[in-house]
């Protein structure tokens, strides 16, 4: 008998670390003085009847004796090694062939054979007895232990989970300072004029040397894919050029915020301090009140809080307002850069010249921007001090198929009664058959409307009765057509609701008081023969405007022509003796459950792919149309809606909202000032504020967890998610992220406007049933809103009094190994860190990084040993 050298694959190519001692009984000659164990030599040399592999030697020329009873043990040690639970040991061939499947289980055998009987020693028979009873009882031990570990199985995945959601931010925390350190190493502290003028006119097009990101975001708008491109545009944007327009080698002095040649209408404006919650319960009408606005106030506004730099004052443009305002200082207004894209609304240009900032073409270095929907990955790049208006994934309530599929979700959840408010859709080709079924069970009298899954506009939609008139391979959803419309003077109309989300997690929906109700121009009928008069069935602006009968409504408050403010509206159906307030909490509720909808899929992808709470927020233009029972139906929702504003309408409901929207948007002058020069900028442009920062202080948004935080959040997430055990205890130690969170709200809260919040409030955790898990910020905002909403003051003092000890500002400190590799960095950007951006020392928490990191390789580790335990325990029966 001999060792062969065998073909490195199959069982002999797996390696058998440390090296051992051969088992095999058919070997008599020498080790070879050359074999030195190693994984080439064990995968090469072995048994030519068992495939045991070659006996390691390293000193002797031939191998140490072997007893049987040392074979047999090894053979059987064998297969603890090879499962790799027991530690290193030696033999390979049983477990081997074992692993190899039934050819290589016969070579065991017939090695089993060989090594056993043939050793003819009544001794070692007994050896081998006791050996193998022992190995059985282990087995039998660790199969127990692991029937009991895979009881465990779906907890431990629950804590891997949670653990995990506590590495993200950890993540986050590192891309965070190395971010950080990296800007402050290629962006100047200041701008200067000459470097900024040198940066001249750089091409639009989108050229092949440019970063992958920057090419990315240049060609944004030709991007397709399911994410963005699919993404309707809601109606016609304007294509008014504003010649502010600058490129960002502009002298900030000569975009002067004020815009020629416009006319806005005159728009009577109050400010509005009142608590904005809404009761949710349908007991508060929409204020009929017109809103906010803010002429010729101060360019920034403080916070409520201390130690809260102030934020941009987004003022309404109006005719007239001839340099009454505060102006900033030009090295100020240099940093309030807005990228334009080619959708950004002329409404919110205008707003935002107003405002202090310049518009921008090309340029990467941007305070702000609007534009279209665009992939999650993306998102990975805007900086901290960049804030735009979308979150990644919001396409999945963006999208008709999406938005159906998530809603149908919850439905089949919760029941028709809780989510069965939008008209039975069915997504084709894949739903073909179901659609066949209930066409046959309505027996063909229903209607339908036929549209494409994302597009805007009423294009490609129709409206149809027969099975033939149904494209059935292209993509598309078929609905049920609300047949039985509420019309106003013989009309059909629908109403957009504007919705803002300031935030996922925690969920914060705000639904403007106004809006817009959009009329078809011919009067309805409900004839088959009817079907494909567009302008009786359709209620879109951009079709019913080239119809013949078509009449603008020029007054917002007058009920007239085939557009009127949704307030208008509800004027009139109040003179009609319709409860307008119920209608009101009904159209709350289903904003309300459409936007949850979609938070298991948006939240995640938030978490993954931005860096920063400051970075989004997003408008929703949602659709719905009144039954003739006046039940609300959603339609769809836009995540780009129209802002077109060229009618007096038009402009009194969308631009006080847009103003609105970006004041709770909560803009910060980027950080690009010494701190020296912001404390001098401070003292002259809000002497009121209780901070020495001017530029954003990205502590504020941090999404990092300290040790403490994460169990906090875990312990009411997993023990007591009730609302009884949380709303005693959640707010009693409030953390520093909880109290960034709570800061962030209310000051948020203040700028709401016409903006009714309608989540959280201190009626709505009904709806955290409807979320995926428990979500412990919501649950934190429940408890505040439940405690603070009635009278506010304390909440605020509360919070006051934590911000003034700088408590919000306490983020996790470094890492150790972050710190080592912080301290490389020169001496000029550690300085610059600390001192410009203020982060902060690692002090208090050191390694606190390291310890969560630790933990969760322990538990990753605990995980792994029990599948290897499952697996040993298969092989050892
Ligand atoms: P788009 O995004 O193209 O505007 P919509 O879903 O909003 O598509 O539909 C366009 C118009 O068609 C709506 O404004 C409404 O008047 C009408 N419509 C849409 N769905 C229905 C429906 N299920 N029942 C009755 N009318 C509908």
């Not at 001692?21 to 020498?30: D, F, P, R, Y």
Request: contains cysteine; hydrophobic residues 35%; aromatic residues 8%.
């Amino acid at each position: 008998m001999a060792y062969v050298k065998v073909p490195a694959h199959g069982c002999q190519q797996h390696d058998y670390p440390g090296g051992g001692v051969a088992t095999c009984q058919h070997i008599s000659s020498s080790c070879c003085p050359s074999f030195s164990g190693g994984e080439g030599s064990f995968a090469e040399w072995r048994c030519s009847q068992c495939c045991v592999s070659r006996p390691h030697c390293s000193t002797a020329d031939s191998p140490p004796p072997v007893s049987p009873s040392q074979a047999a043990a090894s053979t059987i040690d064998g297969r603890k090694n090879r499962a790799g639970f027991f530690g290193e040991g030696e033999g390979k061939c049983l477990m081997e062939s074992r692993l190899m499947g039934s050819s290589s289980e016969n070579r065991e055998h017939a090695c089993a054979r060989e090594a056993f009987p043939r050793a003819g020693n009544s001794q070692v028979l007994g050896e081998i007895q006791s050996s193998a009873a022992d190995e059985l009882s282990k087995a039998s031990h660790l199969l127990k232990e692991s029937a009991a570990a895979l009881d465990n199985w779906p907890d431990r995945q629950q804590e891997l989970e949670a653990v995990r959601s506590q590495l993200r931010p950890l993540r986050h925390h590192s891309t965070f300072h190395k971010q950080e350190t990296k800007r402050m190493r290629t962006e100047p502290l200041l701008i200067a004029p000459a470097a900024s003028a040198a940066a001249t006119k750089r091409p639009r097009e989108v050229s092949p040397s440019m970063p992958a990101v920057q090419r990315l975001w240049e060609s944004n708008s030709n991007i397709a894919d399911n994410e963005s491109s699919d993404i309707p545009i809601d109606d016609e944007y304007e294509d008014e050029e504003l010649q502010t327009v600058s490129d960002e080698s502009s002298d900030p002095g000569s975009n002067t915020p004020s815009v020629v040649g416009e006319t806005l209408g005159s728009i009577s404006l109050t400010d509005s301090a009142l608590s904005k919650t809404s009761s949710c319960s349908g007991l508060t009408a929409p204020s009929l009140a017109t809103k906010t606005g803010n002429q010729n106030e101060p360019p920034l506004r403080n916070s409520l809080f201390s130690y809260v730099p102030p934020y941009v004052r987004f003022q309404m443009p109006i005719d007239g307002a001839q340099g009454e305002e505060i102006g900033l200082p030009a090295e100020v207004k240099r940093l309030l850069k807005w990228k334009l894209s080619p959708i950004t609304p002329l409404v919110v240009r205008r707003t935002l010249l107003r405002s202090n900032f310049r518009l921008v073409k090309t340029t990467n270095d941007w305070a702000g921007t609007w534009g279209k929907h665009m992939k999650s990955a993306l998102f990975t790049s805007i900086k901290d001090y960049q804030k735009m208006n979308h979150f990644p994934g919001t396409f999945q309530i963006g999208r008709k198929d999406r938005l159906w599929r998530n809603l149908h979700k919850l439905m089949q959840k919760f029941g028709k009664k809780e989510f069965g408010f939008m008209p039975k859709t069915y997504v084709l080709p894949q739903d073909l058959r179901l659609l066949r079924q209930a066409w046959e069970k309505t027996c063909g009298i229903e209607k339908w409307i036929v549209k494409p899954p994302a597009s805007a506009r009423g294009t490609g939609i129709r409206v149809v009765h027969k099975w033939s008139q149904i494209p059935k391979k292209r993509p598309l959803v078929v609905q049920r057509y609300i047949a039985q419309p509420y019309l106003i003077n013989g009309s059909k109309f629908d109403l957009r609701l504007y919705v803002f989300v300031s935030s996922v997690d925690p969920l914060r929906i705000y639904l403007y008081d106004d809006g817009l109700v959009r009329f078809a121009s011919v009067k309805y009928s409900n004839d088959m023969s009817s079907l494909h008069d567009r302008y009786m069935h359709l209620t879109n602006y951009s079709i019913n405007k080239n119809s013949s009968h078509y009449t603008q409504n020029e007054d917002a408050d007058a009920c007239q022509g085939h557009k009127w403010t949704v307030k208008s509206l509800w004027t009139y159906l109040a003179q009609q003796g319709v409860n307008v307030n119920e209608l009101w909490s009904r159209l709350e509720d289903l904003v309300v459950k459409t936007i949850i909808s979609g938070e298991s899929s948006i939240a995640p992808l938030i978490r993954e792919h931005v860096s920063s709470r400051y970075c989004c927020y997003e408008l929703f233009g949602v659709d719905v149309l009144l039954d003739e029972h006046l039940n609300p139906w959603l339609l769809e929702v836009n995540i780009s809606p129209s802002l077109h504003s060229s009618s007096p309408l038009d402009q009194a409901v969308k631009g006080p909202m847009v103003c609105n929207l970006l004041n709770m948007a909560g803009y910060h002058i980027p950080n690009k000032l010494p701190s020296s020069m912001q404390k001098d900028f401070l003292r002259n442009l809000a002497p009121d504020v209780k901070t020495n920062q001017l530029c954003i202080d990205n502590r504020l948004y941090y999404i990092g967890l300290s040790r403490d935080e994460a169990a906090k959040q875990l312990f009411f997430t997993k023990e007591a998610y009730q609302r009884e055990d949380y709303l005693g205890q959640i707010l009693q130690n409030l953390s520093a992220d909880d109290v960034r969170h709570l800061v962030q709200a209310e000051d948020e809260l203040t700028q709401a406007g016409g903006f009714i919040r309608v989540f959280p409030t201190p009626y709505t955790h009904r709806y955290h049933q409807f979320f995926e898990g428990p979500r412990y910020y919501n649950m934190l905002f429940d408890a505040w809103e439940t405690r603070y909403n009635s009278n506010r003051s304390p909440g605020i003092s509360l919070l006051e009094d934590l911000c003034k000890q700088k408590y919000h500002l306490n983020i996790p400190a470094l890492s150790a190994r972050a710190k080592s590799s912080a301290e490389t960095e020169s001496a000029t950007e550690t300085a610059l860190e600390s001192k410009a951006l203020q982060v902060p020392a690692p002090s208090e928490e050191p390694q606190h990084a390291e310890s969560v990191l630790i933990q969760s390789i322990e538990e990753s580790q605990v995980l792994s040993n029990f599948k290897l335990s499952l697996i040993c325990c298969f092989y050892s029966l």
